[in-house]
């Protein structure tokens, strides 16, 4: 009796096996394909299973097993590599492979829908149109050009009318006059033999065209870290790469971190491109993602740029694959399958042969370290592409500064300064709100989250508490809730507080913040970077959302008002992430003719890890890092996993965890703990973590697979929630 073998979307670490549907023959069974999704019951529900595999035999008895309800799929949804790479990615990273397979596929699929057919909208003539003579419309020229083009031809599509320059006003007035009309006919695959560009290349320099020849050398897998300063000109190398790759008749998958920095790239990429591009991000409708992918799939789409899920999008013939910011935190899963998308990356580069390029001003040592081992291909850009200088730096000692709001008088006086001649300042705070702490100035009460262990952060515009962890709000009291007293205190800056005190010292100077909260409107943030570009003078003021990315070619100061967070983090890559950013920030003043300049504020101008990132550069002072690392046995020196275990009560989890601990295999690997989260309680459910280590990969995960199976089996599994992070992004 043939036995069907499918993943299912739940917590458990197996597959699960089903019988074929009674009217379904023998051969049929036979032809089903790995990768085909499978409806069949779970329980009391049903679920939407992938298929893994056909077989003869069971090991449970036969009258137990269940039917399947309905086969979906007549062509797998996910096939041959793509496949076997999910598969590898809930192995690597200790994951129920069910719930891995799912996280793969596009949510409307995980829901049982079926694929959309692929459509691409035409203009043609109408009756009334054909009619007209030719040089018809001669007071409307687009409208005439419009005209003229389909008297030549039967229809045209988007691509075509935007090679004509002929904008959507004008389909639009014509469609109004009766003229022309729209329709949807079935999508034709995407001419990979005419140009694929429609501007031209700029001229590189050097060393980008030492970087683009070398990696356009090799079409097989390699891995190579391009590492450029801010400004360097990465996205150019990357923009000609592409160009080889789609001349191959292949496709390119671009990652990049931030859906923020989705419309000004996808901008550039069509400015340069006469092929299909396709975005993927968590902005999008299930319907918009669907159809996405779909392209991808079908090899319609000559380029996909996405954020971290895309990295699992099907692709028919991938050539290329480029991680911008490879560096960046967010391409690291923080809940669910955590997973690394760029990891993920270069495994699935590997496995379909093709090139991958990690980009990064500032790569995380992981890589760095890779590539200084020889393991990638390490390719510098040390020079800005425009010419331009790298900015200067200057450490200002605010520890005796009388200060205002946060701003020391000598970073006053230089934003006054550039503003006066005409440039924009970019001040940076990496901390939303208006303050971190609200304090009752006579009893000493601090406003906490009911849920975490955290204070609420102000929203002064809004008059709300707002917990930035569990997302818990509350409005802003008038007296404090312990004495009654009035005489409530902010302490400390944050973006808003930050942008009412620059309208306070520069009230005829256009003051924009850029966060999370001015930006969560559809196009705010394109709005905003537009008005930048007008190039009047401005301050702009906001968080990490401005370090990454953006060209401001009119920013000739970047002032950073708190840096000396990042120095006493509790978590082992605070000083590599707290390096990343400032010289990220900084990246953005003096882009092309006017020079530029960083001034950051700290208490500690005598901290070695300050110094070292003014006066050397960034690769120095990842390599100081990286000597502290390999002495402590540290990342990239030595692996880890976190085992984190959540429940109502602390007991409870570092219970669980004790238990798994005794239990653990012995062998090579070091396990520390159980101990409390560094935030024990979060939205209102109490965090112990279990930290495992090992110089080699293999001893670490024979130990989380025994420590998975025994988690699975204890009696407190069902009460405590537990996760296993592995190369774990933070400690947290």
Not at 21 to 44: S, Y
Not at 289 to 316: V, Y
Not at 704 to 719: I, R
């Amino acid at each position: 009796m043939p036995i069907l073998t499918l993943a299912m979307p739940t917590p458990l670490r197996r597959s699960f096996d089903y019988l074929p549907p009674v009217a379904m023959t023998d051969d049929a069974v036979a032809a089903l394909q790995p990768g085909v999704r499978i409806e069949a019951p779970f329980g009391n529900r049903k679920l939407i299973g992938i298929l893994l595999a056909t077989k003869d035999t069971t090991d449970i008895d036969e009258k137990k097993i269940k039917r399947v309800s309905n086969i979906l799929d007549s062509q797998p949804i996910l096939a041959g590599k793509l496949l076997s790479l999910s598969q590898w990615a809930a192995s690597y990273y200790q994951h129920p492979l069910g719930d891995a397979l799912a996280n793969a596929i596009p949510t409307l699929l995980r829901k049982g829908e079926q694929t959309i057919e692929l459509t691409e909208t035409r203009w043609q003539l109408t009756t009334e149109g054909k009619g007209l003579p030719e040089g018809a419309l001669k007071r409307a020229a687009k409208q005439a050009q419009l005209l003229a083009l389909l008297q030549q031809q039967d229809s045209l599509d988007r691509r075509q009318l935007d090679r004509a320059q002929i904008s959507q006003a004008s389909c639009k007035a014509l469609i109004e006059k009766g003229l022309i009309e729209r329709i949807e006919i079935a999508a034709t695959p995407y001419d990979h033999q005419q140009d694929c560009l429609k501007s031209a290349p700029l001229t590189l320099n050097a060393e980008q065209k030492n970087a683009v020849e070398t990696i356009k050398a090799n079409t097989g897998f390699q891995c190579y870290l391009l590492e450029g300063i801010t400004g360097s000109g990465k996205t150019e190398v990357y923009l000609q790469l592409i160009e080889q790759c789609l001349k191959r008749r292949q496709q390119a998958l671009v990652l990049i971190p931030e859906i923020g920095l989705t419309p000004q790239t996808l901008s550039r990429f069509q400015n340069r491109f006469n092929c299909p591009i396709v975005t993927l991000h968590s902005g999008l409708t299930d319907r918009e993602r669907l159809l996405a992918w779909q392209h991808a799939q079908s090899g319609e789409a000559g380029i996909i740029l996405g954020t971290r899920s895309a990295i699992f999008t099907a692709i028919a013939n991938l050539g290329l694959i480029i991680i911008d910011e490879e560096h960046d935190s967010s391409f690291k899963q923080q809940d669910g399958f955590r997973y690394s998308a760029r990891d993920i990356g270069i495994k699935r580069a590997a496995d379909e042969q093709c090139p991958i390029v990690l980009g990064s001003a500032t790569p995380s040592l992981e890589t760095l370290n890779n590539a200084l081992q020889g393991r990638y291909q390490h390719l510098q850009l040390k020079q800005r592409a425009t010419g331009a200088s790298a900015p200067t730096f200057e450490l200002l000692d605010i520890r005796h500064a009388p200060m205002e709001d946060g701003f020391s008088p000598a970073l006053i006086s230089a934003i006054g300064d550039e503003i006066k001649r005409g440039n924009q300042v970019l001040v940076f705070i990496n901390r939303r709100g208006f303050s971190p702490m609200l304090m009752c100035h006579d009893c000493g009460y601090v406003a906490q989250c009911h849920h975490c262990d955290a204070r609420m952060t102000v929203h002064f515009q809004q008059r709300m508490l707002r917990c930035h962890h569990c997302g818990a709000q509350a409005p802003l009291p008038h007296h404090c809730p312990e004495c009654n007293s009035t005489q409530l205190d902010f302490r400390g800056s944050g973006t808003e507080r930050s942008e009412q005190a620059l309208k306070r010292l520069f009230p005829s100077t256009d003051i924009k913040r850029i966060d999370r909260d001015t930006t969560s409107r559809k196009q705010a943030m394109q709005q905003m970077v537009a008005e930048v570009h007008e190039g009047q003078p401005c301050i702009l003021v906001g968080t990490q959302m401005l370090a990454k990315g953006h060209h401001f070619p009119d920013v000739t100061l970047v002032a950073v008002l708190d840096a000396d967070g990042g120095l006493f983090s509790a978590d082992f890559r605070g000083p590599e992430k707290m390096g990343q950013l400032l010289v990220q920030v900084a990246g953005r003043a003096g882009r092309e003719a006017k020079a530029g300049k960083v001034i950051i504020q700290t208490h500690q101008p005598e901290h070695p890890l300050i110094t070292s990132l003014v006066n050397d550069s960034y690769h120095q002072y990842a390599r100081a890092i990286l000597s502290e690392r390999q002495a402590s046995g540290l990342p990239p020196f030595g692996h880890l996993a976190l085992l984190r275990a959540e429940a109502s009560n602390l007991e409870q989890a570092e219970a669980l965890l004790q238990n798994l601990r005794d239990a653990a295999p012995p062998n090579s690997c070091q396990i520390f703990g159980p101990l409390p989260a560094p935030m024990t309680r979060k939205a209102g459910r109490f965090r112990a973590q279990l930290l495992v280590r090992s110089d080699q990969r293999k001893p670490l995960h024979q130990t989380l697979q025994q420590l998975c199976s025994q988690a699975e089996q204890h009696p407190l599994g069902n009460k405590v929630r537990w996760s296993i992070d592995v190369d774990p992004g933070d400690m947290f």
